[in-house]
Nanobody, 118 residues
Framework: QVRLVESGGGLVQAGGSLRLSCAAS????????MGWYRQAPGEQRELVAS???????STADSVKGRFTISRDNAKNTMYLQMNSLKPEDTAVYFC????????????WGQGTQVTVSS
């Protein structure tokens, strides 16, 4: 079992920055790819970025060049640096993780609210 806890959300003006963190605990030695999802009101949950255990990262086109995903395996923590935030980035951001042998995200955090004002 793995527990994920997000932090770092909040209210920011357009053009500002926030850094989200996702701390993992439990069976972290078997963790594989981790990712950040977001869900705006009335919208489907979408994958924002993902990163493998070795550090290979992928970012959605909507945030490319503005958001950077990273992870520190020694600290069992994943980050999402969000720059040049736009009102359309407003959403609840969720951390997700899967085990090395799994093809789907098995574990989810509770979510953290990010609100970008215009």
């Amino acid at each position: 079992q793995v527990r994920l806890v997000e932090s770092g959300g909040g209210l920011v003006q357009a053009g500002g920055s926030l850094r989200l963190s996702c701390a993992a605990s439990g069976s972290t030695t078997l963790l594989g790819t981790m990712g950040w999802y977001r869900q705006a009101p009335g919208e489907q949950r979408e994958l924002v970025a993902s990163i493998s255990r070795s550090g290979s990262a992928s970012t959605a086109d909507s945030v490319k060049g503005r958001f950077t995903i990273s992870r520190d395996n020694a600290k069992n923590t994943m980050y999402l640096q969000m720059n040049s935030l736009k009102p359309e980035d407003t959403a609840v951001y969720f951390c997700a993780a899967r085990m090395r042998y799994s093809a789907t995200f098995d574990y989810w955090g509770q979510g953290t609210q990010v609100t970008v004002s215009s």
